[in-house]
Structures are given as structure tokens and as C-alpha cells.
């Protein structure tokens, strides 16, 4: 009978039903708050794979269907593959500054090229072009959305002003506006950003500056690892999945939520 407001221990020895009790639970909850609570805001996670699908049969036996499943390696985007990692890592990429530390690497890639003044959409000289101070304005002004919304509103900014500032008659090609953006925003996904992360122990110094609490040299040792030639290749560690999920985040905004979750 406790309110839906208030966390809920159930403690008890193996077999002695305490996942009937909180999947039960669930059943009350939905029934009895179905006005605050749908059965899509629920989420059951388990310890393993086995375990989703050896009670998924249960809340539909009580007229509940449509809430989640999920095992422990499976919530983030990306699974774990159970990659063997030393302890010491593991609680690094555990601590509340890691996401500190993939914010800054993250955002970090993107900038004014190096080693130009200006900013040519397409091989020309002639070709439209912008300025280091009008690039960084602009990309400042996306900055404020999460990156995959900045990259789109930052690549509809070049096609737009470019094709003011083009000769007339010259139409600007998708090419030509997509090579800039990836000089100046590139494309990432959790896992790919991860990958080069972790594998380049520049980007981690990079991206430990400002960082409170400091990592140290020896942190930045502990985190860094060789990078696997594909992405498809990399073995992900059980602590890499939560990096994974908080790089989903920044990568594609919020992800999906749960009103209710009941950890077995």
C-alpha cells in the first residue's frame, strides 16, 4: 500500500518471491493510479538477458501489457560485450566528473578550422565563404541544443548563406555544404566519439582541463586504450555502457524516461 512517490525496498532470500512482490507491485500501481501512471512508463530491469524473458509473461497475466524490459548490459544505447577492464577503471568511468570529461571532448571537436582564415563552401577560391568570427558566432548560437540539433541548425545556416553570397546564376551543391560542415562540426555517434575518445590520450588531456575534481596523469593513463581499427570491432566494457548512454544524451538529447522502474 505505500504511495507511489516513495522507493520501495523488498529484501528477502532466494525464492522467497520478491519479484512476484515488486511485479505485483507494478500491477497495484497501474491500477490503482492510472490517472498518473500508463504501463509504457514502467521499466523492469533485470541482472541478465535470461531474466527479462522469464518474466515477461507475468504482467500480462494480470492485464498489464506495454511496460519495458530490460537487462542490466542492455540499457544504453549500445550493449556490453563484458570487455575485461582493470577495477580501478571501472570506478573512474563510474564518478559523476566523467561526464564532465565527455561534454568537453565532445564539444571540443567542434570549431573554426585550423590553419585557415576562411571557411570556402566548395573547391573555388571564388566560392562563398565566411569569416573565422562569423563561424564561431554561429556555432556558438547552436551550442546551446544538443549536438545532433546544433549540426542541423548549423548546416542549414550554411546552405542558406551561402547561397546568398554565391555568383549569380552558381547554384551551391549539398556536397560542398556538407564537406564544410564536417570540417567545422563532424558527424558523431556514441560509439564512434568513444572509440577515438578513449584510443587518443590528447583528446582525454584536452578535454580534462577545467575538470573538478582534476583528473590526474594517472587517471588519464587508466581511461586510455588502444582504439579498434572499426567501430563495429570495439568491445565495449560493462562500464563503457553508461558512458555510452550519457554520450546518447549529448549526442541526440534526452533520451527515453520512466516514471517507474523496479530493479530486480
Not at 15 to 41: C, F, M, V
Not at 67 to 93: C, I, N
Not at 122 to 143: C, H, N, W
Not at 205 to 228: G, K, Q, S, Y
Request: hydrophobic share 35%; proline share 6%.
Amino acid at each position: 500500500q505505500s504511495t507511489l512517490d516513495q522507493l520501495l525496498v523488498i529484501q528477502g532470500g532466494p525464492g522467497t518471491g520478491k519479484t512476484a512482490i515488486a511485479l505485483h507491485r507494478i500491477s497495484w500501481l497501474l491500477y490503482n493510479h492510472q490517472d498518473r501512471l500508463a504501463p509504457e512508463d514502467c521499466l523492469v530491469i533485470g541482472p541478465n538477458p535470461t531474466f527479462p524473458r522469464y518474466i515477461n509473461a507475468v504482467l500480462p497475466g494480470l492485464g498489464d501489457r506495454d511496460v519495458s524490459y530490460r537487462d542490466l548490459r542492455g540499457l544504453g544505447p549500445l550493449k556490453s560485450h563484458g570487455h575485461p577492464e582493470p577495477p580501478a577503471t571501472a570506478r573512474l568511468k563510474g564518478e559523476a566528473r566523467i561526464a564532465s570529461l565527455l561534454r568537453n571532448g565532445l564539444w571540443q571537436r567542434v570549431g573554426f578550422p585550423d590553419r585557415t582564415e576562411r571557411l570556402t563552401i566548395g573547391a573555388e577560391s571564388l566560392g562563398p565563404s565566411f569569416s573565422r568570427e562569423e563561424i564561431t558566432a554561429e556555432v556558438q548560437r547552436q551550442s546551446e541544443r544538443h549536438y545532433n540539433a546544433g549540426r542541423v541548425g548549423f548546416r542549414q545556416y550554411l546552405q542558406i548563406e551561402s547561397q546568398k553570397r554565391a555568383r549569380a546564376g552558381v547554384e551551391v551543391s549539398t556536397s560542398a555544404v556538407e564537406n564544410a560542415l564536417e570540417r567545422v562540426w563532424p558527424q558523431a555517434t556514441p560509439a564512434s566519439f568513444l572509440r577515438d575518445f578513449l584510443g587518443s590520450r590528447d583528446r582525454l588531456l584536452a578535454a580534462a582541463e577545467n575538470v573538478v575534481p582534476e583528473f590526474t596523469v594517472a587517471d588519464i593513463r587508466l581511461l586510455h586504450r588502444p582504439a579498434a581499427e572499426k567501430v563495429s570491432n570495439e568491445r565495449w566494457a560493462d562500464a563503457d555502457v553508461g558512458l555510452l548512454d550519457e554520450l546518447d544524451q549529448l549526442i541526440n538529447g534526452r533520451p527515453e524516461t520512466y516514471m517507474h522502474i523496479v530493479v530486480d
